[in-house]
């Protein structure tokens, strides 16, 4: 997991060249007279991007309005879809962060564009993901006033590392994933990683794919020393945090493997697959 780099746009010019791509008169007309109060809340969303859960309720009820914004960014998906992944380096431009899975094929609104319709083509509230998590996360973002997902453009993931794996060839659950906070990060941002980890599900998929590692990396016993699996493993472990991260579920997983050769060359692994 990695943080995003926002698309460099002026949001109120921008706003004003989707309404003049209009065709519509009248949902022109209706953007027109909406357009001073939809550019104070974009700069209410800038302002308050590391606290968006005080942000408040939109002003946008009317379905009418909300049709209108929804609108801007039924016209644009595609365009800013391009323009976001273009933005990113080398493997985030295809990977989705909710999940550090699958590939992106899909936009979600941070905020969601049924409650902040405002927010519709505002592009630091658009993260681009796979239509799994864009189905999961849904409209839940904020839940007893906390949020419940990691903003991958403000939340600074990348100072800390929070994701860790350990390897128990003693065990039944062979890997196990966890959260801990070994770097004191900030309460509420750990409460948010947690939350999200929690929501998107993401530690069963990330053992089961692990698990199945283990047969492919087994088959390298016979052609490597422990030492040499053990360098092995830690440097794919720095190939992949530089792509991905010192927060991806390989990265982890590779750092820990390599301290349990000893344990790992005796495991039956077949029986746990």
């Known amino acids: 997991m990695k943080n995003l780099i926002p698309i460099n746009k002026n949001e109120a010019i921008y706003f004003q060249d989707v309404i003049c791509r209009k065709n519509n008169g009248s949902i022109k007309t209706r953007l027109e007279h909406m357009k001073p109060l939809v550019n104070q809340r974009y700069a209410q969303y800038l302002i308050n991007t590391t606290s968006l859960n005080s942000i408040g309720e939109s002003p946008f009820?009317?379905?009418?309005?909300?049709?209108?914004?929804?609108?801007?960014?039924?016209?644009?998906?595609?365009?800013?879809?391009?323009?976001?992944?273009?933005?990113?380096?080398?493997?985030?431009?295809?990977?989705?962060?909710?999940?550090?899975?699958?590939?992106?094929?899909?936009l979600?609104?941070?905020?969601?564009?049924?409650?902040?319709?405002?927010?519709?083509?505002?592009?630091?509230?658009?993260?681009?993901?796979?239509?799994?998590c864009n189905h999961d996360k849904s409209k839940l973002w904020l839940k007893e006033g906390q949020r419940q997902f990691i903003n991958f453009y403000y939340d600074k993931i990348e100072d800390h590392r929070f994701l860790f794996c350990t390897v128990d060839f003693t065990q039944t659950s062979v890997i196990k994933f966890t959260i801990e906070n070994r770097t004191n990060i900030d309460n509420d941002l750990l409460t948010t990683i947690k939350n999200h980890f929690k929501n998107m599900e993401l530690f069963s998929p990330y053992a089961k794919e692990c698990i199945e590692e283990l047969s492919v990396i087994k088959e390298k016993l016979n052609e490597l020393s422990e030492c040499e699996l053990k360098n092995h493993l830690n440097t794919q472990a720095i190939i992949e945090e530089s792509k991905r991260g010192k927060n991806n579920y390989k990265v982890v997983f590779y750092k820990e493997l390599?301290?349990?050769?000893?344990?790992?060359?005796?495991?039956?692994?077949t029986r746990h697959i």
């Open 258 to 269: 390599a301290n349990k050769i000893a344990e790992f060359k005796l495991f039956e692994f």
């Open 61 to 106: 009820r009317e379905s009418e309005d909300k049709t209108a914004l929804q609108s801007c960014y039924t016209q644009d998906r595609e365009n800013l879809l391009n323009e976001i992944r273009t933005k990113q380096f080398g493997n985030l431009r295809d990977r989705c962060q909710y999940c550090d899975c699958d590939r992106v094929s899909s």
């Open 108 to 132: 979600d609104h941070y905020l969601p564009k049924g409650e902040y319709p405002e927010f519709s083509i505002l592009g630091v509230n658009l993260i681009p993901c796979c239509l799994t």
